[in-house]
């Protein structure tokens, strides 16, 4: 009975290992998709895209300091 609750225990400790994996992997490609998007957007060569992140930031920082 003791060898079987260890087996279990084995398996579940591997499913949340993977789960951990899955999801971390999912967040640094979720990361790196963002990163590309923003580097996109500031070589753009319309300027009103290449400008738009950089002024939405110090609006925030504006709003937030105020």
Do not use: C
Not at 12 to 28: L, S, T, V
Not at 34 to 61: H, I, K, N
């Amino acid at each position: 009975m003791g060898e079987l609750a260890n087996a279990d225990a084995a398996i579940i400790r591997e499913h949340i290992r993977a789960r951990a994996e899955i999801k971390a992997k999912y967040a640094q490609a979720d990361h790196e998709q963002t990163q590309t998007t923003d580097m996109a957007g500031d070589a753009a060569e319309d300027v009103f895209v290449r400008r738009t992140r950089p002024a939405q930031a110090w609006l925030s920082q504006a709003a937030a300091s105020a």
